[in-house]
């Protein structure tokens, strides 16, 4: 049987899953997991580049994370869930990486750039910060991933992955650097250059208003205090609706020209979430004329929102009653994330010349 492709993403354990991942990345997963073999990393190391301050909380939301798996439909025994700091052979690899990649280019990655300002770091953010990108690159090839599914703040750190693997790959395993990234493997490489899998919203807007800085809105982010989770009760999802920012040019009835639906989170939601598109189409119109109100297109979004995650909210409910059962699934994650990894830290180490015990020497861990 040819064995099936596989597939590695994940999530920073610094809140809960929002309607942003829904779209961006787990409603793929959920998918793909018949077709491929799925690995879903909990990246709990990489939530202490901001909160190393609070082991307790990023703890509690390796746990949260792996409820929302369960209740979106993760099935444990076919994907591999697990957490980030239990597969060791990924921290061997990134101080690897970390040789093959210049501080500078690190440092221009405008996903780090974005986060620096979005989560105000200043000029106070840890070491770590940057080495977390680096870091990623090892959580992504560990598992020499087909293809990758992420929101389209990833692509930056996926293009730093498709760099080391090129340099790793003609650096120590000989590959001629005019081959074509889809040949690399062919040509004897061991990573493959990954390629992305962005959802059916590369990027969902948070409830807030936008940025001081740039007048956009903000994406969707557990940090930003802007998101819908996927967990939060109907009420919480009335408040947050109802209380969401709306284009105050909206308001000017008698001016609706200057209505632009794309400046206003509500329609981007309609948009992407609502399935009666006939009811979209026809009230973005009104709306644009001032013929229809916040209040009741807030109210219909309530209603939309509500269907979408209530059969994840009830089956989360059965997980949290059943603690045992997210940690065992995380355990055997963990255990079959552990198999690939190692494996590919013994390839790497083959290629590195730093092979000197063989394998064995890694069960003596
Ligand atoms: P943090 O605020 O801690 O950075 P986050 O909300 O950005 O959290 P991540 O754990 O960084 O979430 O991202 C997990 C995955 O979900 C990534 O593939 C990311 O691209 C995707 N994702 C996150 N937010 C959104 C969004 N608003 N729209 C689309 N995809 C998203
Ligand atoms: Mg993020």
């Known amino acids: 049987m040819a064995e099936k492709k596989r597939i590695l993403t994940g999530d920073t354990p610094t809140g809960k899953l929002h309607l942003g991942h829904w779209v961006g990345s787990v409603e793929n997963r959920v998918a793909m997991q018949a077709e491929y073999d799925c ?7 990489h939530a202490f580049t901001t ?18 798996y369960l209740a979106c439909g993760i099935d444990p025994q076919r994907s591999a869930m697990f957490i980030q700091s239990e597969v060791p052979a990924i921290d061997e690899l990134t101080f690897y990486f970390s040789m093959l990649i210049p501080f500078n280019r690190v440092m221009r990655n405008p996903t780090l750039k974005d986060e620096i300002r979005d989560k105000g770091l200043g000029d106070n953010y ?5 080495l977390y990108a680096v870091g990623q690159c090892a959580d992504i090839l560990a598992f020499r991933p087909q293809l990758v599914p992420v929101g389209e703040d990833q692509l930056p750190h996926l293009e730093l992955s498709r760099e080391v693997a090129r340099r790793f790959d003609q650096m120590y395993c000989g590959v001629d650097p005019h081959t074509e990234d889809k040949d690399y493997v062919k040509a004897g490489g061991l990573f493959p250059i990954i390629e ?3 959802g059916r919203v590369k990027r969902l807007v948070g409830t807030g208003a936008p940025s001081a800085e740039t007048g956009e809105l903000l994406k969707m982010s557990k ?3 802007n998101a819908i989770f996927l967990s939060d009760d109907a009420d919480t999802v009335q408040k947050k609706i109802m209380g969401m920012y709306t284009d105050p ?6 001016d609706p020209g200057e209505t632009d639906p794309e400046k206003n ?3 981007a939601y309609h948009e992407t979430f609502n399935p009666d598109t006939a009811w979209v189409d026809e009230h973005r119109e009104m709306y644009k004329a001032g013929k229809v109100g916040d209040v009741a297109v807030k109210r219909k979004l309530v209603e939309v929102i509500n269907t979408l995650i209530d059969p994840i909210r009830s089956k989360r ?3 949290e009653q059943r603690p045992d059962d997210v940690i065992d699934a995380l355990r055997l994650g963990t255990q079959k994330a552990n198999a690939v990894a190692e494996e590919t830290l013994h390839l790497a180490k083959q290629a590195l010349k730093q092979d000197y015990f063989g394998k064995r020497a890694l069960s003596l861990r």
């Open 39 to 45: 690995y879903f990393i909990i990246a709990n190391k």
């Open 51 to 68: 909160r190393a301050d609070r082991p307790e909380d990023i703890r509690q939301s390796v746990i949260e994370i792996a409820t929302d």
């Open 126 to 130: 840890p070491f770590g910060f940057p």
């Open 196 to 198: 992305p899998k962005l």
């Open 223 to 225: 940090s930003l205090n």
């Open 249 to 254: 040019k909206r308001v000017r009835a008698t």
């Open 265 to 267: 989170p509500l329609w």
């Open 317 to 319: 409910k059965q997980y």
